[in-house]
């Protein structure tokens, strides 16, 4: 439980840090807050031949709502981005979901840019970023890349984020008027991976109906999917049978398939009819 | 595959300053039991999920296995034998354990020493629910939580006793 050697730089520039990057690929690999790399690190599952570590790029820290997004720098703690009230207001699902990822001691450390990059399909921000149709910025020396979270997940574990490049921010749209959102999920520890999770983004129409309603699900495939969820017209027991219909779930040591299928039912009933009455309550506040 | 060039480190450890040379593979787990003997820091499961290596990192805790030491360079770490107040009576965590019975074999509390005493300086109030979200990160296999529990909500009314509380824990 130690990890295998590797080169080591300590960037005090982002031009610095993709320079390093160029120099070392397609061995390089970027350190934030390292909660689930050196973990890989330690268990030797991943042996990068050079680390670049960005905990000096203090100008990546930054968490910030502007132009209609929600724009979270690749050094901004879970807690911090948790913390922020700006955020909260803006955009509440990060919350909803910053809050279920892992403890407080993880959060602190672990970075909201980190984890989506890192692409695990049990990730709670994967869902949210795939959801809200969120966008990666990824710099490298051949200059900035943007990458649409519809594009940016291309299987467990891996995201489209090529061995010299850095990526610097994310950026998340903000909640649209009339609208909603909720995040449910089930794990068997508190604070462990999801066995299933779904994030929910609802928007009513003048009239206090649905006018539309789609669903982000983790752990049910290899990336996060997306469903639309608005012919259930606001109907969570419809909403619910459509996720079971749509959902096929693999089997593994923490769940059957069956299982997953009847969470991910259930969990769309509960987090639509919560983003509703968010919906709502945001309508008439 | 790279060779295991050393890398010059500060930071400082419960208040004294420290130069090192480490390999980068450090963990600063490994770093302040081997390097600085200081083996307060228990290393239960390397992989972050047990807790037993929390320590503060300029005042925040965090796991000390899932951190290299080359990275701590410049910080102000605080190990769970930077808990005791300078005349080395226990601080009021530690007390609290004590009081309320919080530990058995002892393996896991200096994470949860630390978690906690972190927690409280965010949230010196916590409830109970609170109380049990705050040490949901760490994991206890002979005492169970019951006492550990209490014992939070017990180190929260000694700390509100405490005159003028004093984060570096000055009597």
Known sequence: MKPPPFGYSRPETIEEAIAVLAGHDPDGKVLAGGQSLVPLLNMRLATPGHLVDINRLTELSHVRVTGGQVVIGALARHAEVLADQDVARAQPLIGQALALVAHQVIRNRGTTVGSIVHADPSGEMTAVLALLGGTVLLVSTS???????SEFFLGPLESDVRPDELATQVRIPVLPARSGTAFAEVSRRHGDYAVCGVAVLAELDGSAAVARARAAYLSVAGTPLVLDLSDADGDPAVAGRIARERVSPASDIHATAAYRKHLAGVLTERALADAIAAAKERSVG | MA?????????????IVHDLQVPSRR???DCLRHDLRLTGTHVGCEHGVCGACTVLLDGVAVRSC???AVSADGARITTVEGLTRPDGTLSAVQQAFADCHGLQCGFCTP???????AALEENPEPTEEEAREIIGGNLCRCTGYQNIVKAVLRAAELRAEEPAADPAGSP
């Open chain 1, 143 to 149: 200059g900035e890349r943007p990458v649409p979270a």
């Open chain 2, 3 to 15: 060779s295991d060039e050393l890398f010059t480190v500060r930071f400082t450890v419960n208040g």
């Open chain 2, 27 to 29: 963990l600063l787990s």
């Open chain 2, 66 to 68: 899932l951190l290299l």
């Open chain 2, 111 to 117: 994470g949860f020493l630390t978690a906690i005493t």
